[in-house]
């Protein structure tokens, strides 16, 4: 059973702006019954077509579709179109507090018909994924046949939503959820988003600024150290960063492990080769 936060449930029980603006500015569609899901968003801009003053949705989904939907058209009234692209399907499930892994698929669908309506007002070509109504042709090779994902799509959440498993891009995107057929491929694409990601964090600068070093520590955490924690169900949280001190707490099958003290290692040995050699791990009880 899931566990859905109560901001989930009250815009689901209570969803906001239900229903349809007939003398809308611009409309994204995306999903498909077939698959299961499928959003319509209504935007209305003001007078001087600058900023979002009204929008709607219509769903076929379940209650996390219906949230993210309501939660969506909430958080991009008063926002400029490029205001409103600037929106992340993270952001649309952290305004609910969260989203279960199995249903951050509903906070992508949202974010793609917001760049559908506003692709659609300029004139120009949607962003392709693959799962809109509005554009049959779409960038890149065919992946998840299911349910007609590109490999352009799929790399980009598996970049921006930092994914490394196929089965987290399955509870993303539902690639690979049907008949499984492209989980191989799904794979390889995480390889190569992963690889790109290693070779920028390589391109290091000689001399880092403070804050330039504590943004590179934060992402080789994110990026090379806790992939390969989780992968043995353990986990860490960055506590503080002071000068070249580096303390981190170990979560999960890591917390209390008898072999801390060699992962604290690994994670030193991880953060001297990827950002400053002069890095010093703590672990902390946090």
């Known amino acids: 059973m899931w566990d859905y936060t109560d901001k989930v449930k009250e815009h689901f029980l209570n969803p906001r702006n239900v229903g349809e603006i007939t003398d809308a500015d611009a409309v994204g569609e995306v999903g498909s019954l077939a698959c299961g899901d499928a959003l319509k968003l209504f935007i209305k801009l003001d007078e001087n077509k600058e ?45 609910l507090g969260g989203l279960p892994e199995e249903k951050m698929h509903c906070s992508v669908m949202g974010q793609e018909a917001l760049e559908a309506a506003i692709a659609k007002y300029r004139g120009v070509e949607a962003p392709a994924h693959g799962h809109g109504h509005d554009h049959v042709e779409t960038e890149g090779e065919l992946v998840c046949k299911c349910f007609g994902l590109t490999d352009v799509f799929l790399k980009k959440v598996i970049a ?34 992963m690889g790109e990601e290693k070779k920028a964090a390589a391109e290091k600068p000689s001399k880092l600024t403070n804050l330039r070093k504590m943004q590179l520590i934060q992402e080789t955490l994110e990026n090379e150290v806790r992939p390969q924690l989780w992968a043995d169900g353990g986990d860490l949280e960055l506590i503080d960063i002071d000068g070249s001190t580096v303390q981190v707490a170990f979560r ?15 994670v030193e040995q991880k953060l001297r080769e990827l950002v400053s050699s002069d890095i010093t791990v703590q672990e902390v009880q946090g």
């Open 160 to 193: 921006s939503n930092k994914l490394h498993t196929a089965e987290q891009v399955t509870h993303f995107t539902k690639a690979g959820g049907a008949c499984g057929g492209c989980i191989p491929k799904i794979k390889e694409l995480i390889a190569e988003v």
């Open 252 to 266: 999960k099958a890591c917390a209390g492990c008898a072999s801390s003290g060699y992962t604290a290692k690994f």
């Open 51 to 95: 900023r979002i003053v009204d929008a709607k949705f219509q769903t076929f989904g379940c209650g996390s579709a219906i949230a993210s939907s309501s939660a969506l058209t909430e958080m991009v009234k008063g926002k400029t179109l490029d205001e409103a692209l600037e929106i992340t399907n993270q952001q649309i499930a952290d305004f």
